[in-house]
């Protein structure tokens, strides 16, 4: 069964960090890039990092840029999203998602994890 499963997600204060993690089963996530996403309620899922299936290519949303990191263990199946300098604005459920194509654009992605909460507050 393919899947993905995020985790990681909690409450933080403003100027924490966190780091989620997204592992892949069913799959082999190697030949896929994968993209973070965030989503608030009434609002549209935003990309917010990806990163290619070689690691060449690494894009961010410009409201995480120096903040947020994304990487990959492919030994692991499993894609990271380092969180630094927290802001009230980054509290959304996140999700990780795999596709062919290494794109911000959600339309794009073909296996979707179920998300992981986000709160930053103080």
């Known amino acids: 069964q393919v899947q993905l499963v995020e985790s990681g997600g909690g409450l933080v204060q403003p100027g924490g960090s966190l780091r989620l993690s997204c592992v892949a089963s069913g799959f082999t996530l190697d030949y896929y890039a994968v993209g973070w996403f965030r989503q608030i309620p009434g609002k549209e899922r935003e990309g917010v990092s990806c990163?290619?299936?070689?690691?060449?290519?690494?894009y961010y949303a410009d409201s995480v840029k120096g903040r947020f990191t994304i990487s990959r263990d492919n030994a692991k199946n499993t894609v990271y999203l380092q969180m630094n300098s927290l802001k009230p604005e980054d509290t959304a459920v996140y999700y990780c998602?795999?596709?062919?194509?290494?794109?911000?654009?959600?339309?794009?992605?073909?296996?979707w994890g179920q998300g992981t909460q986000v709160t930053v507050s103080s």
């Open positions: 998602a795999a596709g062919g194509i290494t794109t911000l654009t959600k339309e794009y992605y073909e296996y």
């Open positions: 990163i290619s299936s070689s690691e060449s290519r690494l």
